[in-house]
């Protein structure tokens, strides 16, 4: 079997034995009375395979006939496939690149269908009969989230392979993607280590010891709290590495409402996978708070709110909304386990840990244990000037450092090294 292959099995079968992952794609999986009956009985019915099968190609088919190819300069290839991805995507291009059109693969699968698309029809149908092989064999074999993965990753492999050749005839050398787990980057980072081109790694979120063992020619990292993580993890590490910092704006911390008791607060209840009766709990409890004037919920971009809420002063957020509009609005961030805690408080916002918002493990990030994130456990005696002493000490500031290495430094040095070592290091000139 292809090492690469290998590689992205290991690799989907430790991101899907994630308890909360598990939870978040079942939940996909029955998101419907078919789609469930299917996955109920994918085991007895040969007919159930061949409907998950077509199910999963059609998320491939619009996808890939949705994806958007941009930039005229082919030597570099970015590439993103959610939300957060491209967030960092459009970080390398504004801040690092920016007087290089870099062609830019977008396959969110917002777009309209792309009619020129069409084209790779021949390499859709090849991707398609390739992982139909698979369902009679190895690949096929585990839970329905391991095969709804495999299949997912097959199609999206096979058909890299083919769309990366003609990239390459056209003079691409390296690609960059922001994720080193998900299906769809996944792929296209293993077909291009086949076909022998660079890749390059972006940290798209906050590292934990869930994720697999770099695999690139550069990774790009926010600060020395996710290399400690590789290399305790995964040591030694093989991959070059650089630090570029947590993404968006840098601000002083705003902590000066929170130390004065006559000063209404906006509170925002930032949510990563939750439980509704917890949360609807939650949200009366704070209603309660003397201070509180205004609750602020912002879900997770693939996970949004579908309840509906009828508490007094308790908005939810549009899914349009970026987290720094919404960070904005609030005095202070509720949140449980979650990488927006390391990106509102580099905007300067206060944020409070609350464990029991959701079903992640105790403090799975780390922030407790390394001091840059104050904790409540008991959200109904919340003492909001103990937040304020506790953000605004020097110590807090130092260690924050280690998790962002841009935070109180010069920028435009981190920027340079990285754009000196991808054109003159990594680029064929």
Not at 55 to 70: A, N, P
Not at 264 to 280: A, D, H, M, P
Not at 294 to 302: D, K, M
């Amino acid at each position: 079997m292809n090492i690469e292959i290998l590689f992205a099995i290991r690799t989907l079968k430790k991101i899907s034995d994630i308890g909360a992952q598990q939870i978040l794609q079942q939940e996909r999986l029955q998101k419907n009375p078919l789609r469930k009956y299917i996955v109920e009985n994918i085991g007895a019915s040969i007919l159930c395979r061949i409907l998950f099968f077509v199910g999963i190609f059609r998320l491939f088919f619009l996808r890939t006939l949705k994806m958007h190819l941009t930039g005229t300069d082919a030597r570099v290839l970015y590439m993103a496939s959610t939300e957060n991805q491209y967030r960092q995507i459009d970080f390398l291009k504004r801040e690092v690149f920016s007087s290089q059109d870099f062609c830019s693969l977008d396959m969110r699968g917002k777009a309209a269908i792309v009619l020129e698309n069409f084209r790779f029809i021949p390499e859709i149908i090849t991707s398609a009969a390739i992982a139909f092989k698979s369902i009679t064999g190895v690949l096929f074999r585990g839970s329905t989230i391991e095969q709804f993965n495999h299949l997912l990753f097959m199609l999206h492999y096979s058909f890299a392979l083919r769309f990366l050749r003609r990239m390459k005839e056209r003079g691409c050398q390296a690609i960059i993607v922001a994720n080193d787990h998900s299906v769809i980057p996944l792929s296209v980072a293993c077909a291009a280590r086949s076909l022998s081109l660079k890749t390059i790694y972006i940290q798209h979120a906050h590292i934990t010891a869930d994720m697999p063992r770099l695999r690139f020619d550069l990774a790009i990292l926010d600060g020395k709290s996710a290399l400690d993580v590789y290399t305790k993890t995964h040591s030694p590490i093989d991959t070059e590495y650089l630090f570029r910092g947590l993404e968006g704006k840098e601000r002083p911390m705003q902590c000066n409402s929170l130390n004065d008791p006559d000063t209404s607060l906006k509170v925002g209840v930032f949510l990563n996978i939750f439980e509704e009766k917890k949360l609807l709990r939650f949200l009366e409890i704070l209603n309660e708070h003397p201070r509180i004037e205004h609750i602020l919920i912002r879900g997770h971009p693939a996970y949004p709110i579908k309840t509906t809420i009828q508490i007094p002063n308790v908005s939810i957020s549009s899914s349009g909304r970026s987290l720094w509009e919404d960070a904005t609005q609030c005095d202070v961030i509720i949140g449980g386990n979650s990488g927006f805690h390391l990106l509102a408080l580099k905007y300067g916002v206060p944020c409070i840990f609350y464990d029991a918002l959701d079903y992640i493990n105790y403090d799975h990030y780390g922030f407790i244990r390394d001091g840059i994130l104050y904790e409540s456990r008991a959200i109904e005696n919340l003492d909001l000037s103990k937040v304020n002493r506790f953000y605004l000490t020097p110590e807090w500031k130092q260690r924050f450092c280690h998790f962002d290495a841009a935070y109180l430094q010069d920028k435009t040095t981190l920027h340079n090294r990285i754009r000196q070592k991808i054109l003159k290091d990594l680029l064929e000139t």
